[in-house]
């Protein structure tokens, strides 16, 4: 069966960066897009970003451009999400999600909780 | 930006009662491509519906989603216990960004 396995918890100083991973396991790995969610505690989901981990094609939500990066491995087949410049308000549950045509996301990873604090 | 708007913020029924949760569109989403998730207290979401209307693999049919111009809707017949939870719709028809509503908690007294 199609399982996305997530990292562990991070917890991490402002200022610094994170990388977190999620391997999909069950299916043929480059033969579906991958998103990334973002739900701060309390709130809802938000869109971050998509790869497509065959090609390493990216797209980003706007308001993460240029400080998040989405990259994948195909030898190790998974697919890691790194923010950069930290701050308390990019603490959240951070969500793989495997993209089916045309676009919705029909299997999620458990979630890994980043949590910025000082 | 394709702006999802679901209602009521939050629902009170009893267990055996209909729920039925809004999703209106800023614009129209092409060839009605919304999607409709679960998320349980704790838990990671789980896809419910997919192209407004399609039951997604091992999801009983008390669950069905529908489309009328810019509004969606999910209806939950014969609301049982473990229903109770956040519901989110989500578009994927107005590419390249994919949006959810803020969600709708449902909640069974």
């Known amino acids: 069966q199609v399982v996305l396995v997530q990292s562990g918890a991070e917890v991490k100083r402002p200022g610094t960066s994170v990388k977190i991973s999620c391997k999909p396991s069950g299916y043929r790995f480059t033969t579906h897009d991958i998103h990334w969610v973002r739900q701060v505690p309390g709130q809802g989901l938000e869109w971050v970003a998509i790869i497509n981990p065959e090609t390493g094609t990216t797209e980003y939500a706007q308001d993460v451009q240029g400080r998040v990066t989405v990259t994948s491995d195909t030898s190790a087949a998974t697919v890691f999400l790194e923010v950069r410049r930290l701050r308390s308000d990019d603490t959240a549950v951070f969500y793989c999600?495997?993209?089916?045509?045309?676009?919705?996301?029909?299997?999620w990873g458990q979630g890994t909780p980043v949590i910025v604090s000082s | 930006e394709t702006v999802l708007t679901q209602s009521p913020g939050t629902l009170s029924l009893s267990a055996g009662d209909r729920a039925t949760l809004s999703c209106r569109a800023s614009q129209s989403v092409n060839k009605n491509f919304v999607a409709w998730y679960r998320q349980k207290p704790g838990q990671t979401p789980r896809l419910l519906i997919y192209d407004a209307s399609n039951r997604a693999t091992g999801i009983p049919d008390r669950f069905s989603g529908s489309a009328s111009g810019t509004d969606f809707t999910l209806t939950i017949a014969r609301l049982e216990p473990e229903d109770s939870a956040v519901y989110y719709c989500q578009q994927y028809g107005n590419s390249p960004q994919w949006t959810f509503g803020q969600g709708t908690r449902v909640e069974i007294k």
């Open positions: 999600a495997r993209d089916r045509l045309p676009g919705y996301f029909d299997h």
